[in-house]
């Protein structure tokens, strides 16, 4: 074994240590890239307990920002990094397509973009988000100042590269999932997973609790644990008819979220069918601790790990994965309650969102499609 391959082989042992908290998918790959410092910066970090979501991010953008500097000077990420470095990395990210395809050295170089793909970090073509660009300076900034330094990130030339960049690119914003997943789509959905096999039942719990519950997002999905389920008072199915039958109801305590902190002691609750779907799948599975949606092997044993955020997804239901990912199912719920007529602050108290913009939008669509405004000419 060379002294390289040794010291990969002991990053990637430090990484185990953190895999309880983030899950590590690439642990390998991320002890490729990363360096010493980065690794114990990481786990400098998680003994701060620092949201796993958030920790997750930091340590992907760290990987992807080592590998790319290596692959743009052929040297390691320096720290603190020089504005020249921060410009660099934008122009190489955000550019231009009109002027590539006269100049073909505009924007990120042939053998940068080809070393990217080539380590699996690089996937789409074309300019990257800009929220994606944004997102990634903001992790070099929180890495850099944890690491006791200052960078450039406020320098008025970055701000600038930035702003003409973006406008440069030309890309329009993006849903995250270009169609929500409404009723009626999560009822063809769940079509495919009818049957009575353990990977069925965890499937039909997992799509109809995420669904109900608010739109789960995929990690508040897969962090989900027995410990945060909390059995309620049955409530009745119609709550002005005190003769309607009762339907069994759970709370959901989702604790740090990306829009809430670990002390907001921030939940949900569920009611009726996937509480009976959950309790169902937790007594078909015998899981009494721990995360409640697990991956299940090829012979049918259920494991002890959870479910990867990756893994939550809706390709094996048939749907085109170009149109509907699994942040369909949080659109989809918001979209759904401003179908039904739903207040919006009370589809808020359950989805959880913040920003009463963002969950507006989707109550101004569909005030739009069934208003007049629109109909003047039919």
């Not at 042992?13 to 890239?33: G, M, W, Y």
């Not at 949080?330 to 207040?343: D, K, M, Q, V």
Request: aromatic share 4%.
């Amino acid at each position: 074994m060379t002294i390289g391959e040794d010291a990969i082989l002991l990053r990637a042992e430090e990484l185990d240590a953190l895999d309880a908290i983030l899950r590590f998918d690439r642990r390998d790959q991320l002890a490729a890239l990363l360096t010493d410092d980065d690794v114990a910066t990481l786990k400098h970090l998680a003994s701060e307990c620092m949201g796993e979501n958030t920790l997750r991010a930091l340590a992907s953008d760290l990987g992807y920002l080592e590998a790319w500097c290596r692959l743009a000077t052929g040297d390691p990420l320096p720290w603190p990094a020089p504005e020249a470095l921060l410009l660099k990395f934008v122009a190489h990210h955000l550019w231009d397509p009109v002027k590539r395809a006269e100049d073909p050295a505009h924007g990120m170089p042939a053998s940068v973009e080809a070393g990217l793909r080539s380590e699996g970090l690089l996937r789409a073509d074309g300019p990257h988000a800009p929220g994606t660009v944004r997102r990634r300076l903001t992790s070099w900034s929180t890495l850099t100042r944890r690491r006791g330094l200052t960078g450039a990130f406020g320098a008025p030339s970055l701000k600038s590269a930035l702003r003409l960049a973006v406008k440069a690119s030309n890309r329009p914003r993006q849903r995250k999932s270009k169609k929500a997943v409404t009723v009626d789509i999560l009822a063809k959905v769940l079509q495919a997973c009818e049957g009575d096999r353990l990977v069925d039942m965890r499937d039909r719990a997992l799509l109809l609790a995420a669904f109900a519950s608010g739109g789960r997002r995929r990690s508040e999905v897969a962090a989900l644990r027995v410990e945060d389920l909390a059995d309620e008072e049955p409530v009745r199915a119609d709550p002005s008819d005190k003769t309607s039958p009762p339907l069994p109801c759970l709370s959901i305590r989702l604790g740090r979220t990306k829009t809430t902190a670990a002390d907001d002691d921030a939940h949900v609750l569920l009611i009726g069918r996937p509480v009976t779907a959950l309790k169902q799948w937790l007594s078909d599975a015998q899981i009494t601790v721990g995360p409640i949606f697990r991956r299940i092997h090829q012979w049918g044993n259920v494991d002890r790990r959870a479910l990867t955020p990756q893994s939550v997804n809706l390709k094996q239901a048939g749907l085109d994965p170009a149109l509907f990912s699994a942040h369909g199912l949080r659109s989809g719920y918001l979209t759904e309650a401003a179908n039904r007529g739903i207040p919006l602050p009370e589809a808020m108290q359950q989805s959880l969102h913040k920003s009463v913009t963002q969950a507006a939008s989707y109550y101004n669509n569909a005030e739009r499609k069934n208003g007049r405004a629109a109909r003047l000419i039919v």
